[in-house]
């Protein structure tokens, strides 16, 4: 018999909510961060859905985020919004942003939003998603912590650097997506190292450099990136627009504020909104209308569209709920007092 | 002995601006191709030297390109420059519309270009070098023909779809790189084919949808992304930012208008381009510093900054000229009526 739990999605936000909240994070940061859990978890993106409350709360008992934060909202130039986070996690940063960001981009066609002082842990999907289901074009970037080296290297300089990048679909799922610019998640090779099963000899160095197929050991010593000098180039690219260009943190910064303590990485990220209308004014239809041919050129031979699995389990969990392991599900119960 | 012909950069561009007037290109677009070209063979990048005068004059021959085309610079946003190329190379619409997006981009923090309606054949990193070494952050893409299958798929639909990025780093030559998020670049493909070598089995599929080490085949069926899914979201990335956002064709639309005549791409690109001043006002200089600590801990280890070669091959050229094959130069003579 499972001890498996089934929850609706409202069951896995009033959980969250209450997790976070009982490892002390002010109420705007507890239904913030939930949002993005509620939505890993419905996306069936199992590494950023519930599980991520045990991260969330290591971090703040860590003392590695500021769990009562208030996001300071300025605009250091006409196209451009900052949000100060001021130590929190990055979701509520982003939400106080998020309006002044699409104001400014349907105001002046393309705009970008600085959060600056950020504790970031989860994925950057659900953050172009909204704005493309906003009728905006969106992408954001964000540095990590130095865990990865570069093409040629054997030493971590980059973090596993995310791009991802929404496009508004009318009547449809926004085309989104969102992955890190190392070869694999570092999730995976930390299931690995739990499962105690190696890893391909490609995805790492251990300590001193050399290619090694032990999961602990390309975690002390560095990830490559994905696709060769390409990726390198890439994480390069998101360290400097997300790290020295917005006066935030590179991922060897961010580490090295860690101090071992093991938290998520704190720094910044960008994001840039472009407005449809802006170059198209009332020709916007139209022309995404051809977007849509070249999706359908896509599909028509068997090929799959990012997002497409997450938006096929979206449609279950939200007719059907989603399933907790039992484990995990005690595990966090675990983080409320009085619960266990 | 050599026939090979030792030219300098000066002797280099006479000759790419006698070549393109010969083939009937204005004056404007004459100069404006000739430095492209002069800038490739100075950095040592031979596939974009003179060589390309082969490539520009058959685009010329064959219709595809309007030589005299007038660009006309309009201002669809506050901080949005469109340069309509009129069906003319894409070289002169650029430097038309590079002073407005760079006074918007500091006026606003962020502003983009789009040309439309231009013809393609040179590297983007010419372009945002030219914004970096201005100051300026820059992010260049452009679709071309549909030469390549989205992952997961084995019909053409992205082109080669190159994504070029501009740095700048005060008292030195900008960080800037420039890819095809295709495997490999179309005309490595070419060259196997002419020398009757193999490719590699993944570098592409022939038209019936399987993997080949026929480089003929590969071109006339498709050629695979770099970086597997990751690379492939990131030519749809390039086709949707530089197509349809700007009103401008996609790949597959593109290679439907070339009607089998065989000229170079025609469509948009688009040009992002960020101050530095804009969130970080007087505090610039400060934070392009940290970029060059990043930097440096990439030199270190060993690992290659992007574009380094081609900086090196820049001194060269710039104290000893540069080397055109002989039999590469009767070739291009050979287009200046009189000269052979």
Known sequence: ???????????????????????GLSAAHADAVAETMVA????????????RLLVAANSVAKGVVAPDAVPVVSEPARALVRVDGGGGFAQLAFERG???????ARAYGIAALALNNVVHFAALWPEVEALAEDGLVA???????????????????????PI??????????????????????????????????????????DAGGQPTTDAAAVLDGA????????????????????????????????IDADAGRGGSPIGGELIIAIDPAGFLGDAAAEHLARAEVMFAAI??????????????????????????????????????????
Chains 1, 2 share one sequence.
């Open 139 to 161: 992408i954001a970037v964000t540095p990590s912590h130095a865990w990865v080296a570069p093409a040629g290297g054997m030493q971590p300089v980059f973090g596993t650097n």
């Open 1 to 23: 018999m499972s001890d498996d739990v089934r929850m609706t999605l409202d069951d896995v936000r009033v959980l969250a909510r209450a997790v976070l909240r009982a490892a």
């Open 98 to 104: 998020r309006p002044l960001l699409a104001e400014k």
């Open 40 to 51: 890993g978890e419905r996306d069936g993106c199992r590494s950023h859905g519930v599980y």
């Open 223 to 254: 990830m490559r990136t994905f696709g060769g000098h390409k990726g390198s180039a890439l994480a390069a690219m998101v360290e400097l627009l997300a790290g020295p260009l917005i006066g935030d943190m590179t991922s060897r910064e961010s």
């Open 299 to 340: 599909e028509a031979q068997g090929a799959r569209l990012p997002s497409q699995r997450r938006y096929a389990a979206r449609e279950r969990s939200l007719a059907e709920g989603v399933v907790v392991p039992g484990a995990l599900h005690r595990e966090i119960l675990a983080l409320i007092p009085g619960e266990v």
């Open 164 to 205: 991802a990048f929404g496009w508004p679909r009318p009547g449809g799922h926004p085309f989104v997506f969102d992955f890190a610019t190392s070869a694999v998640a570092r999730g995976e090779i930390e299931l690995h190292r739990r499962a105690g099963k190696p890893v391909p000899d490609d995805w790492g160095y």
